[in-house]
C-alpha cells in the first residue's frame, strides 16, 4: 500500500520542543508523507527551526488563529491524504516504525480509523509518568467514560471531505467531542493497534488545573447532549475514574 499519510501539526512558540517533533517525523521509515504544520504567529525561534526542518514541510501556514481547534481546522482543510493524522509540538513519535504500522492497519479496506497506545513523560525528565494503555472499541465504550487517544487517532480523509470538524465553541475538549461524533455519530469502523506510538509531554491544558479538568468533562457530557446521546452520569464518571487509575498503575508496563 502507497496511502499518502496527512500529518498535522500546530504550534505556538514551541521552540524548545519543535524540534524533537520534526525530528521523530523525519526518522519514520514510511516516507509517503503530507507534512502541515499551523503556527499561531510565532514570537520565538519556532519559525526559524521549522525553516530549518530535517522533514520536508508541504504547507507552513503562521498567522494568528482563534486557538489550537481553530488551528487545528485550518490544517484539515488543506488535506489531500488519504489518511489524517495530528502530532503537536510537544509529542514525539515513540519509533521510527509508527507510520509504517499505522498505514498497514488500513490494508483492511473495512477499517475506517484506528489508534493506539500513548505514554505521558515528564517535560523536563523525559521519564515516563503514566501508559495511557487503550483497548478494542465496544459500541457502548464511550458511555462508559472511555476514549481513544486522540494523539494516535488516524482515520480516512473522506470523513474530512464530508465536513466533520473540530467544534471550536468547545475551549479544551473539542478532541473528544470531535471522537464522539467520528465513533458514535458517523459509525466508523475502529482497529486498536495494541502498541505505543506516541509520547506525549504531561501538562497539557486539559489536566493543567482542577477548574481545567471540570471544564472539560463538561464540554464532553455538553457533547453528548447536542449529538442526542443520553449518559448515566454517575456510571460514566465512575468508570472514567477507574481507567484514569489504570493509566497511572500502568506506568511500569512501558517502561
Known amino acids: 500500500m502507497n496511502l499518502k499519510v496527512s500529518l498535522i501539526t500546530v504550534c505556538y512558540n514551541c521552540e524548545v520542543t519543535i524540534f524533537d517533533t520534526l525530528n521523530s517525523i523525519a526518522l519514520q521509515t514510511y516516507r509517503n508523507i503530507e507534512y502541515i504544520v499551523i503556527d499561531g504567529g510565532s514570537t520565538d525561534r519556532t519559525i526559524d527551526i521549522l525553516n530549518s526542518s530535517p522533514i520536508r514541510i508541504s504547507k507552513l501556514i503562521s498567522e494568528r488563529d482563534n486557538g489550537i481547534y481553530s488551528a487545528m481546522n485550518k490544517g484539515l482543510n488543506l488535506v489531500t491524504g488519504d489518511l489524517v493524522g495530528f502530532l503537536n509540538a510537544d509529542d514525539v513519535f515513540d519509533n521510527p516504525s509508527v ?23 515528564d517535560p523536563i525528565s523525559n521519564n515516563i509518568k503514566r501508559l495511557f494503555k487503550s483497548s478494542i472499541y465496544y459500541q457502548d465504550s464511550f458511555l462508559q467514560g472511555w476514549f481513544p487517544p486522540h494523539p494516535t487517532l488516524y482515520f480516512r480523509s473522506k470523513f474530512i471531505k464530508n465536513g466533520i470538524r473540530f467544534n ?61 446521546i443520553k449518559i448515566n452520569i454517575c456510571k460514566f464518571f465512575f468508570y472514567k475514574i477507574l481507567n484514569r487509575v489504570a493509566q497511572i498503575r500502568n506506568k511500569k508496563n512501558a517502561i
Open 99 to 121: 507510520l509504517e504500522n499505522i498505514v498497514h492497519s488500513f490494508s483492511d479496506a473495512e477499517i475506517d480509523c484506528c489508534y493506539s497506545d500513548l505514554v505521558y513523560v
Open 168 to 228: 471550536e465553541s468547545f475551549k479544551i475538549a473539542s478532541d473528544v467531542d470531535f471522537m464522539i461524533r467520528l465513533f458514535l455519530l458517523l459509525g466508523v469502523r475502529a482497529k486498536y493497534i495494541p502498541r505505543i506510538h506516541v509520547r506525549m509531554k504531561t501538562g497539557g491544558i486539559s489536566n493543567s488545573s482542577i477548574k481545567n479538568i471540570i471544564i472539560q468533562n463538561l464540554e464532553i457530557l455538553r457533547s453528548f447532549k447536542e449529538i442526542g
